[in-house]
């Protein structure tokens, strides 16, 4: 019953450290997300993949950078982190089409950029 | 412009009572999906209810409906009963893109339920 997994849930790190956010799903989803929320504020789109082997960019891409391992992991690269990008992070897939199914979130990590 | 909107940052309600949480939504599509979530302190994201763009009938589902008005482009969801529990972060989303299922979200509502 895991649904959607993000690794880890929280992290600090210093301006210009790089680190990978992990996500994985077992739902059997073809398309898979990663959102930013800030303090406040809504979900922004940063990437997204429709399905295994495609990526595209969101609302917020700047600053980041995504693989879609396989069909089940979705992973999101900072490869120098700002302090504009403290933030929480959440991972989320769905089906695809136009239909009731809802995206499923993972629980969030909270990261903090000093 | 916004895709969505979400004109209240905060809204209070006596428990037991009903509230309606405002959602206007931009979109030249025909085909359309809305959702809304609900984002308690603890930071979860919840689905609540979904309307499609070609659904005659608001949704329900238990203590929440939507009431969908497709000419004004606006998709209020209305919590009856409020409890104490419903006290949290709503946020209304729209799904556009059919392949990708990518969703857009509004900056959300914040309730509190009074006892």
């Known amino acids: 019953n895991a649904g959607v997994t993000q690794t880890p849930k929280f992290q600090v790190l210093k301006t210009g450290q790089s680190m990978t956010l992990q996500c994985a799903q077992d739902?059997?989803?073809?398309?898979m997300y990663w959102y930013r929320q800030d303090p406040g504020m809504g979900l922004r789109l940063i990437y997204y993949?429709?399905?295994?082997?495609?990526?595209d960019k969101g609302e917020v891409p700047n600053g980041y950078n995504v693989s879609r391992l396989n069909k089940r992991e979705f992973s999101l690269r900072l490869e120098s982190a700002a302090p504009s990008q403290t933030s929480v992070y959440f991972c989320a897939s769905s089906r695809q089409g136009l239909d009731d199914q809802p995206q499923h979130f993972g629980d969030g990590t909270r990261l903090s950029i000093l | 412009a916004q895709k969505i909107t979400q004109t209240q940052p905060g809204m209070f309600v006596q428990e037991k009572e009903a509230v309606t949480l405002d959602c206007t939504y931009d979109t030249s599509d025909q085909s359309y999906g809305l959702f809304w979530y609900k984002q308690p302190s603890s930071g979860e994201m919840i689905f609540l209810i979904y309307q499609g763009s070609y659904d005659e009938q608001n949704a329900t589902e238990g203590r929440y409906s939507l009431n969908f008005q497709k000419a004004r482009k606006s998709a209020n969801l209305v919590i009856s009963a409020s409890q104490l529990g419903d006290s949290a972060m709503y946020f209304c989303?729209?799904?556009?893109?059919?392949?990708?299922?990518?969703?857009?979200f509004g900056d959300g509502t914040t309730l509190t339920v009074k006892p």
């Open positions: 993949s429709a399905s295994e082997g495609t990526t």
């Open positions: 739902m059997n989803h073809n398309s």
């Open positions: 989303a729209m799904r556009e893109d059919l392949d990708a299922g990518k969703s857009t």
